[in-house]
């Protein structure tokens, strides 16, 4: 299959957002280049904005905000209170808030854990004893232990 745009070199499918809607192009790397480019100020660095400070440094390691911008890497701590500013909107532009959240299970999914974690130790410990009880000879106790692990694990696949 050669491109939609040159006709020339092979293609490749592409998928593009256009309006909402999944847009299949087949074009060669070449022409999917020239068309999509990508637009100025989607980059780390124009997202960090002009700063007045390009060349204010960092007391501590003197690092300077122009280096930051090049590199995308602080020198030390204190940079981060030499750049305050620029960091905060830089942060805030690309990650949309200053503040983590981090994830966080539901209230339900942490019961579904409590209740997973309990029927396990519970296996376990039945499995434990029965193994004991076999190596004592003691059948009778086994095969009782044996049989309320079956019955657990039968209303195991009920916790899960």
């Known amino acids: ?3 939609e745009n040159c006709g020339k070199r092979p293609a490749q499918k592409f998928i593009r957002n256009v309006d ?6 087949e074009l060669c790397p070449v022409c999917f280049r020239t ?28 690092t300077t905000f122009g280096e930051f911008r090049r590199t995308g890497l602080l020198g ?5 209170d030499a750049f305050r500013e620029e960091l905060t909107s830089a942060v805030r532009g690309i990650q949309g ?4 959240t981090g994830k ?7 019961e579904d854990y409590d209740r997973m974690r309990a029927y ?5 410990l039945l499995r434990e004893q029965a193994e004991e009880a076999m190596r004592r000879h003691d059948f009778v106790t086994a095969r009782r232990l044996q049989q309320e692990l079956r019955r657990l ?5 009920e916790v899960r």
């Open 1 to 3: 299959m050669l491109c």
């Open 20 to 25: 909402g809607k999944e847009v299949v192009v």
């Open 35 to 62: 068309l999509y480019a990508k637009k100025p100020g989607t980059t780390f660095t124009s997202l960090m904005g002009t700063p007045a400070r390009e060349d204010a440094a960092c007391p501590v390691c003197g």
């Open 76 to 80: 030390c701590a204190g940079c981060y």
């Open 97 to 100: 808030k200053l503040r983590h």
């Open 104 to 110: 966080r299970p539901e209230a339900h999914t942490e």
């Open 120 to 124: 396990v130790s519970q296996r376990e």
């Open 153 to 157: 694990s039968s209303r195991g696949e």
